[in-house]
T-cell receptor, first 115, second 111 residues
């Protein structure tokens, strides 16, 4: 069974540009989560999508946004990139209906570098 | 969510058991204890979870004290591939499914 996949593996952008990161969940999973892991800051929750709807949002500015498609894949968009957006962006998926256990399975991440 | 406290680092000899402690003294009755680990530059990997009973799977064992204020993750026979950052997370049984990661414990398994 294929795991969570993310693309691209690496992404280099300059300040002010927009970045689009993609995630495909494990087949059958309806929830996708996005986390940011910046150097020295640890893993921070960004967004949670389930059944196409945004369910929860972390403490990030509105220029971080995303969406979930009918096939449950997801995009994370970061507008007006700033240097401090450089980080590893991790996507995870789970089957919410399997609650309360809800293990999240993580992808390998996208390394975003903002120059 | 209840906060967790873990030692920042620990070493373990290859082939020996690794016992990773976690304090969660403010845990409430509906909160589960989860353990994840993150091997360098990879996405976190789910290890195990529990509510109040001890749990075991193919990766590890989880021992939760009777008062649920602390737990221990046991890797029975540590290998070099177990070198990673281990995160203890407490999360309620609710509709808020995000995981709140702390700093974790950096475990180094030495040959």
């Amino acid at each position: 069974e294929a795991g969570v996949t993310q693309s691209p593996t690496h992404l280099i952008k300059t300040r002010g540009q927009q970045a689009t990161l993609r995630c495909s969940p494990i087949s059958g999973h309806t929830s996708v989560y996005w986390y940011q892991q910046a150097l020295g800051l640890g893993l921070q929750f960004l967004l949670w999508y389930d059944e196409g709807e945004e369910r929860n949002r972390g403490n990030f500015p509105p220029r971080f946004s995303g969406r979930q498609f009918p096939n449950y894949s997801s995009e994370l968009n970061v507008n007006a990139l700033e240097l401090e957006d450089s980080a590893l962006y991790l996507c995870a998926s789970s089957l919410v209906r399997a609650a309360p256990y809800n293990e999240q399975f993580f992808g390998p991440g996208t390394r975003l570098t903002v120059l | 969510d209840a906060k967790t406290t873990q030692p920042p680092s620990m070493d373990c000899a290859e082939g020996r058991a690794a016992n990773l402690p976690c304090n969660h003294s403010t845990i409430s009755g509906n909160e589960y204890v989860y353990w994840y680990r993150q091997i360098h530059s990879q996405g976190p990997q789910y290890i195990i979870h529990g509510l109040k009973n001890n749990e075991t799977n193919e990766m590890a064992s989880l021992i939760i004290t009777e008062d649920r204020k602390s737990s221990t993750l046991i890797l029975p026979h540590a290998t070099l591939r177990d070198t990673a950052v281990y995160y203890c997370i407490v999360r309620p049984r609710s509709n808020d499914y995000k995981l709140s990661f702390g700093a974790g414990t950096t475990v180094t398994v030495r040959a």
